[in-house]
């Protein structure tokens, strides 16, 4: 029955672009219904973007079609994994690639300690396959258990142990590729004088170009070249580069944190790194930030895997007492040491930790831990972090949009402290944690955007932060997240005219038509365009912790098979249940969402509260029935006792084409199958059965 406060959403024009991809690629792999559109429209950032269309690729085939139809047709096309990315280049207004359902591994060489798989493996699976070989893919971002290999590739994302691994650009060897020309390429690192390059350059122009291109300004090149450690922004020269120095082009470097920008990778061969023999972790709370500063190059001596801090502001943001931190901690260090062998004695590294402790007066004794349990005790704090932001006001949220910069890993307690002052300043809650091995801070500040005060100050605090970066820190605004949406705009301004200019030469060659992805990685657009400001000030974090816990969409791979995605549906404002039936009788109500999300978002009671306005009447009068014990138990004695008559093909053709519209009054799909095989009904309750029994 249709309600005034559920009004039939007609369908749009985007139907056009649904209905030539489903004769392309057929109707299961196809999403433009109003459901699907609303789920797409998100990923893990401040944005939202709706598409008109999602494709659901299982093969390669699927992808060069797809590509090949969003060319031909002008329509922007952007290709999505887990869409956990925080800077709005898994959201597009066209065709939403979804690589979901690619997600193999086909190939492991334990002994050369390779991999090859396809771009929708979760990071969390792929590992815990690879552990029962001793092997691990090294790069770490705090989104593995839910992130997906594609994402990784087109961000260069890595992690807390960078230190140890570096980032996804130093562990890819090969990678396999759609172009915007609908044809493949094969990605990996060439001798120049292969003969495999020049046929390679012969049959994709575009690679030429970028070789010519770099060979060209290879001083440029170097003299913008970011000095820090980590650097995700811009394209990729300066790894090419660096290649060439060598005698060698290295394709992939292209590609890794292009964004998705340049081509669709269908397939990755990644290094493998052995698992640790040992590891120990150690917490740290020192007093000052300038002893922080003095102790991380001391601490960098012992080569560890990790090295993670916290300011004083995120402590406070946490809860101190609740975490055990002191009072006077003005930020924690954990540092995490590893043992390739057994032969190397980690307590020997520990006791050389202490020493360099002893130099400074601790907030608190150092703590050292060896045992699995206390290590992951000591990362307690630090995992607590998100779901403390996401709680911490009902109004302002964590938003990221300085998210990632990077510094000289020396000069970090410089930054944070300056940081500190000049959010102090602006009186906005803000959280300062990340990688300071690598000088790579993450800079949460907590605002309601739909306060224009708030939003000022974003304004403010990303021009100037992300000024002072690069003029007075010479560090980079990306380190690991990409560029996106929030940093496209800043990316001149980073590198410069001249080499921004070389940018866009790269993008024209392979994408002249500006199909893939556009507006991602290289943009005049200001990074507040597209700000779902309803979005963010309802309480969930868009994160997707929920969907790697979720039965349905482990099952179905899509979006709007989802927590994350229900939640968006359930939420929006032109909700419609009619049109959203389909996916919200999809929920199990197993309440894992509930027990994951940082932010303690329930979607599943949500769900059950949309269901309840619309209840299905045969189901109510079916469980009706069975709590009637009586009733409810003469008619399966009936039936039993007439199973021989009933239960024979022809009358059971005839059952279920009598009951087939009940049936799908239950639910779209449900039917009484006259090819179903039925138990021998019994034609005694147990009471009956056993009445000797019943006292």
């Known amino acids: 029955m249709v309600t005034s406060a559920s009004p039939l959403i007609q369908p749009t024009k985007s139907r056009v672009v649904g209905k030539d991809l489903r004769a392309l690629l057929g109707v299961e792999k196809v999403l433009d219904d109003v459901p699907a559109l609303t789920a797409y429209a998100v990923d893990?950032?401040?944005?939202?973007v709706p598409p008109q269309a999602v494709v659901l690729v299982e093969s390669e085939d699927d992808i060069t079609a797809t590509v090949g139809y969003a060319v031909s047709r002008g329509i922007p096309l952007t290709p999505r994994a887990a869409g956990t990315?925080?800077?709005?280049?898994?959201?597009?207004?066209?065709?939403?690639?979804?690589v979901s359902r690619?997600?193999?591994?086909?190939?492991?060489?334990?002994?050369?300690?390779?991999?090859?798989?396809?771009?929708g493996i979760v990071l969390a699976e792929l590992n815990k396959q690879l552990s029962s070989c001793g092997l691990l893919f090294g790069p770490d971002p705090s989104s593995g258990d839910m992130c997906k290999l594609g994402g990784m590739i087109a961000n260069n994302s890595s992690g807390p142990h960078t230190l140890r691994y570096g980032s996804v650009k130093d562990n890819v060897q090969g990678l396999r590729l759609c172009l915007a020309s609908s044809s493949w390429m094969e990605a990996r690192s060439y001798a120049l004088n292969d003969p495999t390059l020049e046929r390679l350059l012969t049959s994709v122009p575009a690679l030429r170009d970028v070789l010519v291109l770099t060979q060209a300004h290879a001083e440029l090149i170097a003299a913008k070249q970011p000095t820090v450690s980590k650097n995700s922004c811009g394209y990729n020269l300066f790894g090419i580069a660096d290649g060439l120095m060598r005698g060698a082009f290295d394709v992939p470097k292209l590609f890794v944190g292009s964004e998705g920008t340049l081509g669709i990778v269908s397939e990755a061969t990644l290094m493998l790194m052995e698992k640790p023999a040992a590891t120990l972790t150690a917490l740290i709370h020192f007093r000052s930030l300038e002893e922080v500063g003095e102790a991380v190059p001391q601490l960098l001596t012992l080569q560890p895997s990790a090295l993670e801090v916290m300011d004083a502001n995120t402590l406070n943001l946490i809860g101190r007492g609740q975490?055990?931190?002191?009072?006077d901690a003005a930020a924690t260090l954990l540092v995490e040491l590893d043992a390739d062998s057994l032969d190397v004695d980690l307590h020997e590294k520990a006791d050389a930790m202490r020493d360099i402790c002893r130099r400074y007066k601790l907030a608190s004794e150092l703590t050292v831990a060896f045992d699995a349990t206390q290590r992951e005790q000591l990362w307690k704090a630090r995992k607590a972090l998100y779901p403390t932001l996401y709680r911490f006001d009902s109004r302002k949220k964590p938003i990221n949009f300085v998210d990632d910069v990077v510094v000289p890993a020396e000069r970090i307690s410089e930054l944070i402290r300056y940081l500190e002052e000049f959010f102090g300043g602006q009186e906005v809650p803000v959280a300062i944690f990340g990688h300071i091995g690598n000088g790579n801070a993450h800079i949460v500040p907590l605002l309601d955007v739909n306060d224009s005060g708030d939003f000022q100050k974003m304004v403010q605090a990303y021009q100037e932060i992300h000024a002072t970066v690069l003029n007075r820190f010479g560090g980079s605004i990306c380190g690991e997240h990409g560029d996106g949406r929030v940093r496209a705009e800043f990316v001149k301004t980073m590198f410069g005219e001249e080499l921004y200019d070389l940018f866009v030469q790269v993008k024209h060659a392979f994408d002249p038509g500006h199909i893939l992805n556009p507006g991602i990685k290289l943009s005049e657009t200001p990074f507040t365009d597209h700000i779902d400001y309803t979005r963010l000030s309802k309480s969930c974090a868009t994160c997707a912790k929920c969907n790697s816990v979720c039965p349905v969409y482990d099952v179905f791979q899509s979006e709007d098979m989802s927590a994350r995605g229900w939640f968006e549906i359930v939420t929006a404002k032109d909700y419609?249940?009619?049109?959203?039936?389909?996916v919200v009788e999809s929920c199990l109500n197993c309440k894992s969402c509930r027990t994951i999300c940082p932010a303690g978002v329930d979607v599943s009671d949500l769900i059950l509260k949309k269901r309840a306005e619309h209840p299905n009447r045969l189901a109510g009068w079916i469980f009706r029935s069975q709590a009637r014990g009586a009733t409810f138990g003469s008619c399966v004695r009936f039936l039993g006792r007439t199973q021989q008559i009933w239960d024979r093909p022809f009358v059971r053709k005839v059952i279920e084409w009598i009951t087939a519209p009940l049936m799908k009054a239950l639910a779209p799909t449900a039917r009484f199958p006259h090819d179903l095989s039925l138990p021998k009904l019994a034609q005694q309750h147990l009471r009956e059965r056993y009445a000797h029994l019943i006292p």
């Open 44 to 48: 893990a950032s401040i944005y939202r």
């Open 85 to 98: 990315n925080l800077t709005g280049s898994a959201i597009g207004s066209g065709i939403i690639l979804d």
């Open 102 to 119: 690619m997600n193999r591994i086909l190939e492991v060489n334990q002994e050369e300690r390779w991999a090859r798989v396809q771009p």
């Open 323 to 327: 975490h055990g931190i002191p009072a």
């Open 576 to 582: 419609s249940y009619l049109n959203s039936k389909r």
